[in-house]
């Protein structure tokens, strides 16, 4: 069962159908960085929305009671060292998810969440989305621990979203968190019924996509590597691509002052 792709208009829709629990493979996960690789580079399309099948888990994780291709120590370390971009037929590399998590983006996806989303679907979610709306029936989690499988907790986004005492007890106890603590804590941004999640999350991407897609991107950029750098750099760095922005843009605002001619301009 696959990642599905499509298009509304300037918004895109990746929905993960596989199962009540929409678990991942190997070959889902290269299924998934493909579509992001065509999302990023489509001038067309100017925000995502990723989800599970309707009805079913944004996603619990990778299937793992599938059985993987024998492999030798060597390619399971070459899997995890080198990009997977020349693997033909069959994905059954390992590490096709971190070749996602590296990916540069500064398009906004919008995660729309409902049932469970745990582990790797939890990973992606702080990974791959900037906006977040959940069911009040969804729940949240990184059970890994329990597994023996420590360090995979989105260890870079987590502590910088949540607060440090939430995300430590999140990752050490391996607990659930509820759409309701999940609102509280921001790591989401809106709860709805059930029936409303896809109403609630195209909406939220329209208020997006109205705005020009330049300006977003330069928002997206500067908030994001604002976070890793000290603050001298970081406003120094944004000064730099607002004055680089302002000097090519030939949209709304351009002209003498900054509200002058107000015609909006698709694409700028």
Known sequence: MPIHYEKQGAVAIFTIDNGKLDVL???LHKELYDHLQAFVIDPDIRVGIL???DGASFCAGDDIKSKLPDRTRQQELEGYLFLHQNENGQ?????WDLDILRMERYKP???AVDHYCLGQGMIYLLHLTDLRVATDRAQFGLPEIAYGMGGA???TRLGRQIPYVVAIRFLLTGELMSAQDALRYDLINEV?????????AMRLAHQVARHPPIAVRVEMEAFQRAHDLS???????CNTLYRLQRMGYEGYGAGTGFFAGRERRDGH
């Not at 709805?192 to 609630?200: G, H, R, Y």
């Not at 603050?231 to 760095?237: E, G």
């Open 153 to 155: 907790g989105g260890i």
């Open 91 to 95: 994905p059954h590399r390992p590490a």
């Open 51 to 53: 989800k599970g099948r």
């Open 192 to 200: 709805v019924p059930p029936e409303q999640l896809m109403e609630a």
């Open 25 to 27: 493979t190997p070959a």
């Open 231 to 237: 603050r001298s750099d970081a406003l120094a760095f």
């Open 109 to 111: 996806i919008i995660g």
